[in-house]
């Protein structure tokens, strides 16, 4: 039998679905709907007769207090009148833990449950077009990467899914293939290999004389792709700079990462000598850096852009999901402590009839992203509690998802060290069709088409089961029940045996990977990234501690094969071997390419800013404009708390909802040391500048954490560069140039990087309705995100204003750089300076700004971004209840009245010091330019003046705060 | 008397099982972080404990909505062991998914409802009126005075942090019933010195509007007891203020310390002193 339980909501509960749904459809302008009743539905299959169904289901599937359930059993009869019922339901494999739960709920009850899938389904009343029926199936009701729909009746009379599989061998006849043949091969199986690439392993196999098969073909894809080899940046490039027809600079990189940023902390790790608190950079999964004598802190930064364009809800999930899985296979295995996320969209208020063919739009996705990290990292119970969002029109076919976490690590755990003859054992989720050619598809540009080629790309998370694991994971490892641990991620089982297995051979047996169904084939096994497993290489004496330690907390692990010494890697499917590769071919047989980079010195080009008598309007304007606008909304739906180790929130102030320039946290409630998370980004520089792009990011991820307490000289940081398509020179030429100033800025500042990512080709191409072929580029992004630690976690300060009376100080010196400043973007204006910095004169207000924190003298610090001084001086004003009143007299003669209030200048924070303390805090800046500009009043107001004493700014902080919180109120 | 044993017991997807650990451990219990699972092979193993905590989380994904899976253990498997377990002089608290958990078991539903032949609950903790997770501080009224946990207690500041935290009732007799027996231990409140007096105005309902009461829930329930005063469960969680730098004003009001949730687990450490 095949049961139907239908819940819905009781008639005093409100239908939060069906509202959803009808706002949803007004907003795009679906007409003729008038009602729409939502609920939900298991499916379930099995020997059952509908009372024992009946008894069970009643507040086990069904709240009573508050549902409705009705059940009944399918096939439904045909009924003409349910052409209006819809029922959305998962494509057959997708992860559904709320099934599979229903499903062992109800046998311990002691139905004989078979299957059980979930659905949900809406009653829709009201005369829609067929289009608009389409339209509201299609980007309200379902999302049809992962989704279809059912309309009408449902007809479903059995939940089996996948068939026995047949094992039989292939092999791709590669050696006698012409190039556009192996370039077809390349494009049709979702390789994304180049010719040049292809005639490598062609000559391999001819050399070898046999031809492939096809996980040999699959398995050199993976591991040679852009995103798990990062061939682009880590390989030569020959960079020219060009300016006024002439080069000005020329350079050849043999590995364009390694001779910048890995460069810079080599750097500085040898001038710290003894005092090096690096302890693994660029070489785990994670980079790693001394805590304190006891433990290590790793951090690491992930971008999951192409999954979130196509399901934002299972980009985002598996996204944060995935990078959770980086510290914990960094080393022997991380705690992991807090999380941070900052995303890239196009604007909400995007018109419906501006999107082209294949994208979703941006509310959507930006609804879905954010719901995605939230359930993931609400439920890994890790809080998310730093992050950013930008706009920018340019990502409307390709957002940007960066997400990061932060673990703990005893120190003497920070490296693995597998041996020959341990077994290979997964642990955690089982393995399906999920994910195939993630790692490819991720390094391929986005199309219209992309979300039908990429349907095997899209995951949705369980982060139960990675709880689970990770629970059991930091047993064994306490334990020394395994030696080497990595995650499963892109390219799945083929990359991380693959890695780990480099310097010595591995031997895998494809047949016993635990399957979430059948008819995978060996390929497909090999290759898919189903979420939530790890691999962990298991002593053989090991073996059944380790195996009854995972199936005593309900997690599943299997020995898969075992590390070899023979140097290759050997993949059986039963008695069959259907793979054997050389791992040096594997690891070191991609042909080196010279990739041609060049950038174009271009000129200053003028930003003319209005003038204006005052400037009130402009400041709401930026205080309410996207990027700066209150996120409170996000923040508020993260658990930023859990573990107990907040001490500064992301939202601060008397009425906990001012923007916080870092957040500390304490990851070991027993030690008062804390970490500070904080990050850069601001892609409208790089339009007018790379370097100086890469410069603002770092200063701004830097001046952020010192805001809050954090020493200058113990602050890490991580790079993610996101770029489009690096096969034009222009494109590569402004990633090298930002990377060449991440070097020499990092040096300067002492601030090592010490992991980093990067995600190119983020284009998204299509045809409009005449055929005409458009590709939008993003603009060039590098996230910084830095990692800061505090000696005393009572030293930390907070950002707003505290008591009427106290001076406030701007630190730090404004220069005319309104390019690429939120003052320019309100007006639509291009041009004007970009911003600068001078590493060493800020390495040096740092540690003076630091120094005055410790002392005691500081009640609260901000640092100026974007809007610039008056921004940070209204910001602080709202959070902390109480006015201010500021004059830029004697900040400079030159200096014009928007430029001061508005120049997003670099280096700089605005102050607040009770007055007996002011002599104590000014002797901390030596060779640091401040000014006492004015002081907190109690009234509610903000006033700014100018040399001449005439208000440029005279808000009430109401208006102020309204402006800026006013953008996002809705969501 | 030596310090008492306290069961902080963990299921899968349970994630505030250290910090609350911890919390017992600074207020001098013994702890152990004790698997569901290990309960479930020998359920005797709960009864040399004086305290049992169900902690925070997402036990089994809160799948089938918050709490249910773990709530079935306790009616189930667990039923006979937990009636022993609080028929001795022992302490029960469940903070966030452990309040859903003891609440979908029936742990806080009246004698008479038990007696009934509906047995189904008459009360539940479902979805925020708003529909959505929420993570805010709130302050907290005591309003049962005979709870062991909320001893010379008045009022406390603590965060929340749940979707389904809003405590809804089958009828208005419902939360009659609970009031007259006395199981409302804690009630969301509004500031005494309240920033914006007309952002807490309560609705026709008496329901003071979020973040006051962040959830929606009926009589601003935020934690219930029972007869005994030995049983706690609410939605905030204590282990959350156990020190001032974990206040959000910390830096404002110059907070030092410990926070107001240490008292709660103070009181039940004492209970057994």
Known sequence: ?971 | MPAPRVCVLRAPGTNCDAETAHAFELAGARVERLHLFRLLEEPRRLLPYQILCLPGGFSYGDDLGAGVIFSEHLRGQLHDVLQQFRQADTLLLGICNGFQVLLKAGLFEGDSSSDSADRRRTMTLTWNRSARYIDCWVRLDVAADHCVFLKDMDALEAPVAHAEGRLAVRDDAVLKDLLSRRAVALRYAAAPNGTDPSAAAPDDSGVLPPPVNPNGSVGNVAGLTDASGRVLGLMPHPERSLFATQHPQWTRRQLTGEGDGMKLFRNAVRYFG
């Open chain 1, 1 to 971: 039998m095949l049961w139907d339980v239908e819940i819905r909501p009781a008639p005093s509960e409100p239908d939060v679905e069906a509202a959803r749904v009808l706002e949803e459809a007004r907003r795009m302008g679906v007409d003729g709907l008038k009602e729409i009743r939502s609920s939900r539905a298991f499916l379930i299959q099995g020997k059952i007769d509908r009372t024992a169904i009946a008894e069970s289901a009643s507040g086990l599937l069904c709240d009573d207090v508050v549902e409705d359930m009705s059940i009944t059993a399918l096939p439904a009869a045909d009924d003409s009148a349910d052409d209006r019922l819809i029922h959305i339901l998962f494509h057959p494999g997708v992860t559904d833990s709320v099934a599979d739960n229903a499903a062992a709920a109800l046998r311990r009850t002691g139905l004989d449950v078979e299957a059980v899938a979930t659905c949900r389904r809406y009653r829709i009343d009201g005369a829609l077009s067929e289009g608009d029926r389409r339209r509201l199936i299609t980007r309200v009701l379902a999302n049809d990467a992962i989704e279809h729909a059912v309309q009408g009746p449902l007809d479903l009379t059995d939940l089996s899914v996948g068939s026995d599989y047949d094992f039989h061998l292939k092999t791709v006849a590669i050696r006698d293939m012409d190039d556009a043949a192996l370039e077809r091969l390349s494009s049709q199986g979702q390789l994304y290999l180049s010719l040049a690439e292809m005639q490598t392993i062609q000559n391999h196999f001819r050399r070898i004389d046999r031809d492939p098969t096809d996980i040999e073909l699959e398995t050199i894809a993976q591991t040679w792709s852009e995103h798990c080899s990062h061939k682009t940046l880590a390989g030569r490039i020959h960079y020219r700079e060009e300016q006024d027809g002439r080069i000005v600079r020329d350079l050849h990189f043999s590995n364009m990462l390694k001779e910048t940023i890995f460069a810079a902390t080599e750097r500085i790790r040898e001038r710290l000598g003894d005092d090096d608190w690096c302890v693994s950079v660029f070489r785990d999964n994670a980079g790693v850096v001394k805590f304190d004598d006891r433990q290590s802190v790793c951090f690491k930064v992930e971008t999951h852009n192409h999954p979130s364009a196509i399901e934002p809800y299972g980009g985002a999930n598996t996204g944060l999901g995935g990078v959770i899985r980086d510290p914990m296979g960094t080393g022997l295995g991380a705690r992991p402590v807090c999380s941070t996320d900052v995303f890239c969209f196009a604007p909400p208020d995007c018109p419906e009839d501006r999107l082209p063919p294949g994208v979703l739009h941006p509310r959507a996705v930006m609804q879905g992203v954010v719901a995605g990290v939230r359930d993931y990292g609400n439920r890994m119970g890790i809080p998310t509690v730093n992050g950013a969002v930008c706009f920018d029109d340019r990502y409307l076919g390709n957002p940007l998802v960066y997400c990061g976490n932060v673990a703990m690590i005893p120190a003497d755990k920070t490296e693995g060290r597998m041996q020959p003859g341990d077994l290979i054992v997964t642990v955690g989720g089982r393995t399906g069709r999920d994910g195939i050619h993630g790692a490819t598809f991720s390094s391929a540009e986005l199309t219209q088409e992309s979300e039908s080629i990429s349907g095997g790309a899209v995951q949705i998370g369980n982060p139960i089961t990675e709880k689970m694991m990770l629970d059991v994971l930091l047993q064994a490892r306490d334990r020394g029940l395994y030696s080497a641990i990595t995650d499963c991620g892109a390219g799945g089982f083929s990359s991380a045996v693959g890695e780990m297995g480099e310097h010595t051979g591995a031997e895998v047996w494809l047949d016993r990977c635990p399957l979430k169904y059948p008819g995978l084939s060996y390929t497909e096994i090999w290759i898919s990234e189903a979420q939530e497993r790890m691999v962990v290489a298991v002593p053989p004496e090991h073996r059944d501690a380790f195996l009854h330690l995972c199936a005593s907390e309900g997690v599943e692990a299997t020995v898969i094969g075992q590390f070899t010494r023979t140097g290759e890697l050997v993949l059986k499917y039963a008695d069959h071997q259907v793979g054997r590769l050389p791992m040096e071919f594997l690891h070191d047989g991609r042909p080196p390419i010279v990739r041609d980079a060049v950038y174009h010195v271009a000129p200053e080009a003028p930003c003319p800013i209005p003038d204006r008598p005052q400037w009130d309007d402009e400041l709401q304007a930026i205080l309410g404009s996207l990027n700066v606008a209150s996120k409170e909304w996000i923040i508020r739906q993260y658990d930023h708390e859990v573990q107990a180790g907040s001490v500064i929130k992301p939202l601060v102030g008397i009425h906990s909802d001012g923007p916080s320039d870092a957040a500390v946290v304490r990851p070991d409630l027993t030690s008062a040391r804390g970490l500070v998370i904080a990050c850069g980004i601001n892609p409208h520089l790089g339009d007018l500048d790379p370097w100086w792009m890469a410069a603002a990011a770092i200063d701004e991820a830097v001046r952020n954490c010192v805001a809050v307490g954090a020493d200058p000289d113990r602050i890490a940081i991580l790079d993610n560069f996101c770029w489009g398509n690096t096969d034009r020179p222009e494109t590569l030429g402004t990633l090298v140039r930002a990377a060449l100033a991440c070097h020499d800025i990092s040096v300067a500042l002492g601030t090592p990087f010490i992991s980093g990512k990067d995600s190119l080709n983020n284009e998204f191409s299509w045809e409009d309705e005449h055929g005409r072929p458009h590709t939008v580029a993003i603009p060039p992004t590098l996230l910084i995100s830095a990692l800061g630690q505090v000696d005393r976690i009572e030293q930390c300060v907070t950002m707003d204003l505290k008591a009427s009376g106290n001076r406030i100080y701007l630190i730090g010196r404004t220069f005319d750089e309104l390019g690429g400043s939120h003052l320019a973007l309100i007006h639509g204006l291009c041009g004007g300076s970009v911003p600068k910095m001078d590493p060493h004169a800020a390495r040096t207000l740092f540690q003076e700004l630091h120094a005055a924190i410790r002392s005691g003298t500081v009640r609260a610090c901000h640092d100026l971004s974007e809007g610039g001084l008056a921004v940070a001086a209204a910001e602080m004003a709202f959070s902390g209840g109480l006015g201010a009143r500021l004059s830029l007299s004697g900040l400079s003669e030159e200096l014009s009245d928007p430029v001061l209030l508005f120049s997003e200048s670099n280096t700089r924070f605005l102050a607040e010091v009770p007055e007996p303390q002011a002599d104590a805090f000014e002797r901390h800046f030596q060779s640091s330019p401040i000014r006492h500009i004015g002081h907190v009043t109690g009234d509610d107001r903000l006033v700014i003046e100018n040399a001449q004493g005439r208000p440029l700014i005279d808000s009430t902080l109401a208006s102020l705060r309204n402006a800026w919180q006013r953008p996002f109120a809705d969501m």
